[in-house]
């Protein structure tokens, strides 16, 4: 165990890895990765893997598209295999609501460089052949957006990162962190007490706990997410199409022979952290595949062959995690007001294991340098549209946030 480090990130994940393996690269000093579990082992590796480079504002975008084009060079750049499928995505509308909000995604991706477009329902079925077209009023598709298996994001950035003089601590829980003259002084964990000038805080569902151990707020919601895998289906390929419904809030993968169905549902499971134990781990979380069933069941027109799901089609995998979700919808990324040193990424709204990769680069440079790359302020962990009066408030703006998750406005459903 080590007594001292420049820098210690809580959080293996996505994320953490990230972030940890930027700081290692840039950093002439020391940098500790730590993790309570095993490294990479909670909701990371449990994600769907895609990802989605219109995102809902111009500066998610951005770092989207970062993080694709750092998913392309990751061999390259950390040493570390990554296989990756650019299938595209196909984003479908059955509303005329859904159809302005194409269009509107459109102008707004290729404002910022997105190559996007509206392409026919016929068209869409080439790229996705289990797509019924009937009842399709629009269409976009994104060349450039892809699918990979989600593990080697994190696995791949914390051995970089080691490889770089990083060192990993597996199995060690911060359990408080010292503040002392208003900055970050020591973190200390089951295993002993590290002395560092600066703390990352990535632990995911925990990382609004781990905020509160220095008194600062990160105000977020852990919420459970869930995606099934079918048994391999004749005619599935991986070139095919990443396909998302967006009045369902459901998406669609090719997955080693089979297809991967993950969605949004109106009423999701939100978790207080502080209420379980601490050696509560994400394997042990509960899941529920009639939701996953009620939600193929949304998308019965497009996708028949989920119909047969239970019958003649089986499922070969269910997993699930918990992302936390945000009040506006924005990620948690950036330095705390309340103690000098410390630093926030998570928030990660379902969409954390795609955009690390470019929220790992921006926030080892801010950490470094001492000013941010660009102007991340609408996702500082303490910006007024993140908090909310009340818990419930919180709670339920952010079901709302994951409830409509491809809606541009979350509202209530119609009817
Ligand atoms: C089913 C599903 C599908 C998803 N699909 C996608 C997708 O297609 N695209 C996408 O971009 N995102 C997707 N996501 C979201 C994605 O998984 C998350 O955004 C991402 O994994 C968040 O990474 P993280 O590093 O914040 O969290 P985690 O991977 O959970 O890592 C946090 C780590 O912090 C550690 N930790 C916590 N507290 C402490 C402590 N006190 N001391 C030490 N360590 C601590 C934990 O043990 C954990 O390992 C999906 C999620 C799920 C569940």
New binding site residues.
Partial sequence: MISESDIVV????????SVAFHLAREHKGSVAL???????????????????QVRRSDLMTRLAMMAVRKIETFARDTGERLVYHQSGALKIARTAEHEAQLAAEVARGRAVGVELDFVSPSEAKRRMPFLETTGIRAVTYSPTDL?LD?AQI?VGYARAAECLGATMLPH????AIEVKNGAVDRVV?DKGAIRCSVVVD??????R??AA?SGAHAPMVPT????LITEPIAGVEPTQSITRIIDANV?VRPDHGGLML?GYEERPLQYS?SALT?SF??KDMPLDLEILRALAGRVREQLPIFAKLGGDIRVREH??????MTADGEHSVGPVPEARGLFV??G?????????PAVGEVLAQWILTGEAPMDLSSMAPGRAGAARRDEAELQEACRLQYAHHYWETPHAPPG
Avoid: F, N
């Fill in positions: 809580v959080g293996s994940g996505a994320l953490g890895s730590l993790d309570k579990a095993d490294l990479a082992s909670q909701t990371s590796p449990r994600a769907a893997g895609l990802t989605s699918y989600p994190p060690t829980m911060v359990r964990t990535a632990a995911g569902a925990w990382a706990q781990v151990l459970r997410h869930q995606l998406y993950g952290m601490s781990d994400i997993r699930g995690g918990l992302p936390t990424a998570g990660c709204c379902v969409g954390g294991l795609s955009i690390a």
